[in-house]
């Protein structure tokens, strides 16, 4: 049984097994309660009422039309589905049970259904602007920009008000680097909704692209003036103050940089990208101060002990992101293999290509470990011509990898040696990396071993996973690593972290080319 009719079935199952109610409800109540707790987006009332409905009159379509409305607005993707496809037996001709279906198949990247299921939509009403809005929506993410953007503008044709469709259109304009019509679409947005502080960050986010920065930063001004929507794990006003530091930073106005990042970070202490922005802001300004500290590598700093050596191994990379808001981000690596003066070394993907934007970062850098320097002098940098990104994983491969090719590093920095027998079950461990934006922080860890999946094996680790430890090397007792560090840092709340083993790691690497001794 397919896992839709698994869920159907389900459905009609529990709706069986509802209790009655102590003072039974007629049909028109239940319908208008739902109704009405559907308008105020309290959606497990409203999915409350569309059951009872159901209770009482089980074929019943515009009652599976609600409750998968509710279902979706819950995020109960799989159940919204099971409950619109049921809303379509009984009435195969539902257009709003096909543009429902469409919202929920794209919450659960079922990119192609939904693409059907909205085009579904549209033959039997094609004046439905919602429906042209969520197939551009889904198009876009599929990267078929010309009809995104022909899906839009139909969108708009029909409802000439509808400001969503210019924000979503200049999104896609963007992307395409057609940045004057871009513009022009946030503007209208805004025009039709001026609470719009999304439509006045992207806004900002291109005209800065633009390098008009004084319109740029009154968009983001404005984005300040208005309140700011706490609920979202990413606030706009994080957003702003981060856009203006950029700026500010693009004008040498270091000092006002410095300032808007730590407003950034005022009101979200954990984005990484102001975190990131703000040390780079520092590095500079202490730079234009002092210019002969210019990029100091003095090993006298450095002392003699085990440790050392396995942090030199390891490095910080930063990487610009020149067409994107958020500006430059960091995370780890470590050398895995050395031959003269040129060395190679092993990252995450998502350190050098911007998760949101599939954008390759630009001016790659490492940092190399330096001991602890006086306060206020510049940390040491290879220079960017050095650095080169030589293969990485394609954005949709579940192996999160990429390799980069150093040249001239110092002389005392080797690969760090490789464990070549299996991690077992808790092996204690360590971590190298660059933890809450501090540079080459070590952490003592425990291993959980391995777990098999039907996508790569996968080395689990009791650990903080915090961000800027991406690509850090995992090693055991003796130093060899066992494993690369890389994990969505929304794992941070559960103690656990996630290595790729480095048997899968030297496999990559060999068919790139760079095989291991």
Same mark, same amino acid.
């Given at each position: 049984?397919?896992?839709?009719?698994?869920?159907?079935?389900?459905?009609?199952?529990?709706?069986?097994?509802?209790?009655?109610?102590?003072?039974?409800?007629?049909?028109?109540?239940?319908?208008?309660?739902?109704?009405?707790?559907?308008?105020?987006?309290?959606?497990?009332?409203?999915?409350?009422?569309?059951?009872?409905?159901?209770?009482?009159?089980?074929?019943?379509?515009?009652?599976?039309? +609600? @409750?998968? !409305?509710? #279902?979706?607005?819950? /995020?109960?993707? *799989?159940?919204? &589905? $099971?409950?619109? %496809? =049921?809303?379509?037996?009984?009435?195969?001709?539902?257009?709003?049970?096909?543009?429902?279906?469409?919202?929920?198949?794209?919450?659960?990247?079922?990119?192609?259904?939904?693409?059907?299921?909205?085009?579904?939509?549209?033959?039997?009403?094609?004046?439905?602007?919602?429906?042209?809005? +969520? @197939?551009? !929506?889904? #198009?876009?993410?599929? /990267?078929?920009? *010309?009809?995104? &953007? $022909?899906?839009? %503008? =139909?969108?708009?044709?029909?409802?000439?008000?509808?400001?969503?469709?210019?924000?979503?259109?200049?999104?896609?304009?963007?992307?395409?680097?057609?940045?004057?019509?871009?513009?022009?679409?946030?503007?209208?947005?805004?025009?039709?909704?001026?609470?719009?502080?999304?439509?006045?960050?992207? @806004?900002?986010?291109? #005209?800065?692209?633009? /390098?008009?920065?004084?319109?740029? &930063? $009154?968009?983001? %001004? =404005?984005?300040?003036?208005?309140?700011?929507?706490?609920?979202?794990?990413?606030?706009?006003?994080?957003?702003?103050?981060?856009?203006?530091?950029?700026?500010?930073?693009?004008?040498?106005?270091?000092?006002?940089?410095?300032?808007?990042?730590?407003?950034?970070?005022?009101?979200?202490?954990?984005?990484?990208?102001?975190?990131?922005?703000?040390?780079?802001?520092?590095?500079?300004? $202490?730079?234009?101060?002092?210019?002969?500290?210019?990029?100091?590598?003095?090993?006298?700093?450095?002392?003699?002990?085990?440790?050392?050596?396995?942090?030199?191994?390891?490095?910080?990379?930063?990487?610009?992101?020149?067409?994107?808001?958020?500006?430059?981000?960091?995370?780890?690596?470590?050398?895995?293999?050395?031959?003269?003066?040129?060395?190679?070394?092993?990252?995450?993907?998502?350190?050098?290509?911007?998760?949101?934007?599939?954008?390759?970062?630009?001016?790659?850098?490492?940092?190399?470990?330096?001991?602890?320097?006086?306060?206020?002098?510049?940390?040491?940098?290879?220079?960017?011509?050095?650095?080169?990104?030589?293969?990485?994983?394609?954005?949709?491969?579940?192996?999160?990898?990429?390799?980069?090719?150093?040249?001239?590093?110092?002389?005392?920095?080797?690969?760090?040696?490789?464990?070549?027998?299996?991690?077992?079950?808790?092996?204690?461990?360590?971590?190298?990396?660059?933890?809450?934006?501090?540079?080459?922080?070590?952490?003592?860890?425990?291993?959980?071993?391995?777990?098999?999946?039907?996508?790569?094996?996968?080395?689990?680790?009791?650990?903080?996973?915090?961000?800027?430890?991406?690509?850090?090397?995992?090693?055991?007792?003796?130093?060899?690593?066992?494993?690369?560090?890389?994990?969505?840092?929304?794992?941070?709340?559960?103690?656990?972290?996630?290595?790729?083993?480095?048997?899968?790691?030297?496999?990559?690497?060999?068919?790139?080319?760079?095989?291991?001794?």
């Amino acid at each position: 049984m397919r896992t839709a009719q698994v869920l159907s079935v389900m459905l009609l199952l529990t709706l069986g097994t509802l209790p009655k109610l102590a003072a039974a409800q007629s049909l028109e109540q239940l319908v208008q309660q739902g109704r009405t707790a559907q308008a105020a987006k309290q959606y497990s009332q409203a999915e409350a009422a569309w059951r009872r409905v159901l209770g009482q009159d089980p074929k019943n379509a515009d009652a599976y039309l +609600g @409750l998968g !409305h509710a #279902l979706s607005g819950q /995020k109960g993707f *799989a159940e919204a &589905i $099971a409950a619109y %496809r =049921q809303a379509l037996t009984l009435n195969p001709k539902n257009a709003d049970a096909y543009l429902g279906l469409g919202h929920a198949l794209s919450g659960q990247k079922g990119f192609a259904e939904a693409i059907a299921a909205y085009r579904q939509a549209l033959t039997l009403n094609p004046k439905n602007a919602e429906a042209y809005l +969520g @197939l551009g !929506h889904v #198009l876009s993410d599929r /990267k078929r920009f *010309a009809e995104a &953007i $022909a899906a839009y %503008r =139909q969108a708009i044709k029909l409802n000439p008000r509808y400001d969503t469709a210019y924000l979503k259109l200049g999104h896609v304009l963007s992307d395409q680097k057609q940045f004057a019509e871009a513009i022009a679409a946030y503007r209208q947005a805004i025009k039709l909704n001026p609470q719009s502080v999304s439509a006045y960050l992207n @806004l900002g986010a291109v #005209l800065s692209e633009q /390098k008009q920065f004084d319109e740029a &930063i $009154a968009a983001y %001004r =404005q984005v300040l003036s208005l309140p700011d929507d706490t609920a979202t794990l990413l606030t706009a006003h994080t957003l702003a103050y981060n856009g203006l530091g950029l700026i500010f930073q693009q004008q040498g106005q270091l000092t006002a940089a410095i300032g808007a990042y730590q407003l950034a970070l005022q009101v979200d202490p954990s984005y990484a990208y102001a975190q990131t922005n703000l040390l780079e802001a520092q590095r500079l300004l $202490a730079l234009k101060q002092v210019p002969q500290r210019l990029a100091l590598a003095e090993t006298r700093y450095l002392t003699r002990d085990t440790v050392t050596p396995l942090k030199r191994s390891v490095v910080k990379i930063i990487a610009r992101f020149p067409h994107s808001a958020k500006g430059s981000g960091y995370g780890t690596g470590f050398v895995v293999k050395r031959k003269g003066n040129k060395a190679w070394i092993v990252t995450n993907r998502h350190v050098v290509l911007e998760p949101d934007t599939q954008q390759r970062g630009e001016d790659l850098q490492v940092e190399l470990y330096y001991g602890n320097p006086p306060a206020g002098m510049p940390v040491a940098r290879l220079e960017k011509a050095q650095v080169r990104l030589l293969q990485m994983t394609e954005p949709n491969d579940p192996l999160d990898l990429a390799v980069l090719e150093v040249t001239d590093l110092p002389v005392d920095i080797q690969p760090l040696p490789v464990r070549q027998q299996t991690a077992g079950d808790r092996l204690n461990v360590r971590l190298i990396g660059h933890s809450g934006a501090q540079a080459w922080q070590v952490d003592e860890t425990e291993s959980l071993g391995f777990v098999n999946s039907q996508l790569k094996d996968r080395l689990l680790l009791r650990l903080d996973l915090r961000k800027g430890a991406s690509g850090s090397p995992i090693l055991d007792a003796q130093n060899r690593v066992l494993g690369v560090l890389f994990g969505d840092i929304t794992l941070e709340t559960t103690g656990l972290g996630t290595a790729y083993p480095i048997n899968v790691v030297m496999n990559k690497l060999a068919a790139w080319g760079v095989k291991l001794p």
